[in-house]
């Protein structure tokens, strides 16, 4: 696990012996493989259904990948299945996955918009479900990914379930599914912001007259220090700020212009709002 952070929930060795079956291993999908692999998950309990990236996968990994459920053996009897694709391709490819629908099945779902309700009306009432928000750190391990489930979820499985997420970054628990649009907005959709801030800071360091290498290594190696300097600090975020900010220095008059009635502080609240209110419209 990089320095970058703390887990909440620690691996326990529940989870070297569970039997995982991965449906999709895009990016994110990868990510969790790529984690539990680090993490020593034997790599005979772990199956994946990929139709398009097979044989890529299963030489890095060397784990049992088939291209469809047809071809997964009959031997294999999950404990635990997690969906990993597109939300619009959840519609097609969930419901045949409710034959694993035995009482010691959790289904994981990570797909953006698709809620409780929606998994439980295509495998079954009875079912335990867990849906996931992750995020694209998890990648270098430094992810988070916030988690919430049906009443069926027993503790052992909600445990398992954060342990699993725990692999590539920090995992925590809600009990309320509703509050999953604002952790979409904020933690799920927050890299593309933080990126944008990157890019941007870039932009104008060039324009300003840096060489573009330059200006793209400051702006990275700024955001990525600022942001571990935030996790290990116990100050607040504004304090923090305003540590860096000399009254009537260069600091506080850029400040000034960010935090005007259209600058970032706006910006970011109206930027969450419209990604909390995307997220309920693809919940239905």
């Known amino acids: 696990m990089p320095p970058c952070l ?12 569970v039997r995982i079956l991965l449906v999709g291993c895009g990016k ?34 060397n784990i049992n990948v088939v291209p469809s459920i047809e071809d997964i053996s009959n031997n294999y009897i999950p404990q635990i299945v997690v969906f ?21 099945t959790v289904f994981v779902s990570i797909a953006a918009g698709r809620t ?13 479900i867990i849906r996931v928000m992750p995020n694209t750190p998890a990648a270098i391990g430094c992810g988070i990914s916030v988690a919430c489930g049906n009443k069926l979820v027993t503790v052992e499985q909600r445990k398992i379930c954060l342990d699993l997420l725990a692999a590539v970054g920090e995992s925590v628990w809600l009990e309320e599914e509703n509050l999953l649009d604002p952790v979409t907005a904020v933690s799920g959709s927050g890299p593309a912001y933080v990126f944008l801030l990157m890019e941007a800071l870039a932009s104008a360091g060039i324009n300003a007259g840096l060489d573009p ?28 700020r305003e540590n860096v900010t000399s009254p009537g220095g260069t600091t ?13 502080q706006n910006l970011i609240e ?7 209110a995307r997220s309920r419209e693809l919940a239905g």
């Open 84 to 104: 990993a694709v597109k939300p619009q391709a959840m519609d097609l490819v969930c419901p045949p996955y409710s034959v694993f629908k035995h009482t010691k």
């Open 116 to 128: 409780i309700e929606f998994l439980e009306n295509n495998l079954g009432k009875n079912v335990a």
């Open 213 to 240: 290498n330059l200006a793209e290594k400051l702006a990275k190696v700024t955001v990525a220090g600022s942001g571990k300097l935030a996790v290990q600090s116990s100050d607040s975020f504004k304090t923090l």
């Open 28 to 61: 994110m999908g990868e990510s969790l493989v790529g984690g539990w692999f680090a993490k020593g998950i034997r790599t005979e309990n772990i199956c994946v259904v990929e139709p398009n990236r097979k044989l890529e996968i299963a030489k890095k990994y």
């Open 6 to 17: 703390k887990l909440l929930v620690k691996p326990n060795v529940s989870i070297y012996e």
């Open 270 to 276: 109206n930027a969450v709002k419209a990604a909390t």
């Open 252 to 264: 506080a008059a850029a400040v000034e212009v960010l935090l005007g009635e259209n600058g970032m």
